[in-house]
């Protein structure tokens, strides 16, 4: 066969299982692991109120203790654009770092490894972090350029290396924003944990979590790292073309709790969208809950939260019914 | 000139070299060769730091694996797009054996994935959400994952810097290549992000960083093509507030013969090493003239 016969042929068949994807109604999602996860969705209405007892009141719904716990937080911080909200705001980032201190951690310390830019430092400068977080820089981890050790427990890699500082926290807090996402529908606190991998060996974007597939990755990554918990940042969050050039949409909460699938899937639900539709949370619904029967919710309740986010076009068969 | 400026940052340099004779991305940081090269460059030629040079040379020559690519770090298997950073070290030191030449014969092997065929088909067939060309074999961070900006950019310095010892035609068609690619992926308000110019039909707005890397290894083209771009880097030059930006901006804009305005002379603030090491290279007196090339291949 000739090449240009083949390629025509690589085209029909590609665009013929592209169709029969998107027409096919995927299988009912798993029940996950036993028993219950809490999710407790907490009013923040604005940046401006205090934000460390919103979020104490959600760290005490859901039972968390970190007496004598080494925190790793971990804010969304990708890009900077002063006209909408890409990263996780500072004065959450800042409330946080306050919330675990008076719950008696050990250590609190912020780690970050941004995508695209290679300037981690003039990237928080932009986003206010090193104005708004006190001692910022003697607390931050540039984890694009971290000290790095061998794992071979991730997904079917042979072998993938992480930063230190990732691996040596007790308790991992994925501080996302809640934003719909051009490739994965949304990106919230299970996404966020992409910025754990280490540019300085897989590249800036990470494009070996790409060739894994973004979908796979962020299950993986979520089923390796499992000393986590969530606090999703959705005072103001991002709709439509996200998670970079997308427009602010402001909801008002905060959206916290230990099962991140479940967080996760209480934010689409937050957000208008089908969680049985998103394709990361399906590969991952063996390790925590996507189900509503199977999350407590606790604070408020999703109903009296919930705002459409706009989607785009690719995505708008994920609207929930 | 700002002697000040210079000075802090080679001292730097020097006393936050690790033992093993390589830099961390800072003091007392496990050894990366990313930092390394810079470190290198930046104190090359200063009879003071010659030993220094040497012991770092001797470190990142055993990070070679067996294919002719080089580890990122000693502790990481598998090579990277430092080998690119591996070959430019050999040709400022008038190395040319075997190992760069095993290291060249790797490079060469390596290309884009989303230049293999089928991917090729799918963005014919509009199967790609991204609006990029994918008819131009550039260079990945990784094996096996797509090209990007910057790994194409130092990839294109080490072979234009290596081409007059190597000397095969198989290296002249990927320079082109490469280049090629970087002016494809340009975004529309003239510069270059980390290598995606539009994403569903939005384009997107690019980097002061990534617009000086391009233009390292758009080195030899013509004043004409690349005009637009050093007004681009020019601008950037005056605007960012980033360190690092701006130092690879000074040096990109001397490497095609800019003299910009020299900072201001005041010592160094940070604790990078990587950042330390560019700063220097690119000060009037520094080492900048090590990563310019004469044309092309």
Known sequence: ??????????????????????????????????????????????YSEDLVSRMLEGVRECGLDVRGKRVLLKPNLVEFESSTVINTDATVVAAAVELFHRLGAAEVKIGEGPGHRRDTLDLADDAHYRSTVAKFEGIFTDLNRDDVSLVRDFGDEPEFYFPKTVLAADLIVSLAKMKTHHWAGATLSMKNLFGLVPGSIYGWPKNKLHYIGIPLAVAQLSRKFRNTFAIVDGVVGMEG????????????????????????????????????????????????????????????????????????????????? | VGELYLDSRLDFLRTAQNPDGGWGYFPGKQSWLEPTTYAMLALHGRPESQSAVEKAWTLVRSWQTPEGSFRPSGNVDGGTWVTAHMVTLASVRGVYDDKVRRSVDWILSVVGAEHSLTMRAAAFFGLVKTKMDFSHGGWPWRQGNAAWIEPTAHTLVALKKVAASYQSSDLDHRVREGEALIFSRRCSDGGWNCGNPNNLNVDLPSYPETTALALMGLQGRSSQELAGPLEVARRYRKDTKSSLAKAWLTIALRCHGDNPEPPADAARKSEDCMLAAVEALGHPNGNHGLLRVGGRA
């Open chain 1, 1 to 46: 066969m000739t090449r240009r016969k083949f390629i025509p042929l690589i085209g029909i068949a590609a665009t013929a299982g592209y169709a029969s994807m998107k027409l096919q109604k995927p299988p009912r999602v798993p029940d996950g692991p036993p028993g219950k996860s809490a999710v407790t969705i907490i009013r923040a209405r604005s």
């Open chain 1, 241 to 321: 073309n996200g998670p970079i050039q997308g427009t602010p949409k402001p909801v008002g909460v905060l959206v916290m709790g230990r099962d991140l699938v479940a967080v996760d899937a209480t934010c689409c639900r937050i957000m208008g969208i089908d969680p049985e539709k998103v394709e990361y949370l399906r590969m991952a619904a063996d390790i925590g809950h996507v189900h509503p029967d199977r999350i407590e919710q606790r604070g408020e309740s999703v109903d009296s939260v919930h705002s459409n986010f706009a989607l785009i076009e690719e995505f708008r068969g994920l609207r929930l019914a």
